[in-house]
């Protein structure tokens, strides 16, 4: 029998953890960080203040990603031969004018 009792590949709850729940280590660790980010949030804007303009750039360029969701490509495919003279001129007006 195992250390607690259990035969190999049983323990005392046949079902297991629910899907999505963390184990004991990962809630407790997750909580600790949030404790110590909660206490540093609060000097963060200080703490810009005194980073060169690059440091800072990368700082909250690297935060971004936690606040706003992430772009992502879209693929445009357009039948430029099926269009009329008309309709591609406007396109590259649009595009002269969008690099302005």
Not at 67 to 80: C, G, I, L, S, Y
């Amino acid at each position: 029998m195992g250390e607690k009792g259990f035969k190999k590949g049983q323990s005392g709850n046949p079902n297991g953890r629910k899907p999505g729940k963390p184990n004991m280590i990962t809630y407790d660790m997750r909580e600790a960080l949030r404790t110590i980010l909660e206490a540093e949030i609060k000097t963060l804007p200080e703490l810009l203040k005194q980073m060169n303009p690059e440091k800072r750039a990368d700082v909250l360029a690297k935060l971004l990603q936690y606040v706003a969701p992430k772009m992502q490509n879209v693929e445009m495919q357009t039948e430029f031969d099926k269009m009329t003279d008309e309709q591609l001129d406007m396109i590259i007006e649009r595009l002269k004018n969008n690099q302005a």
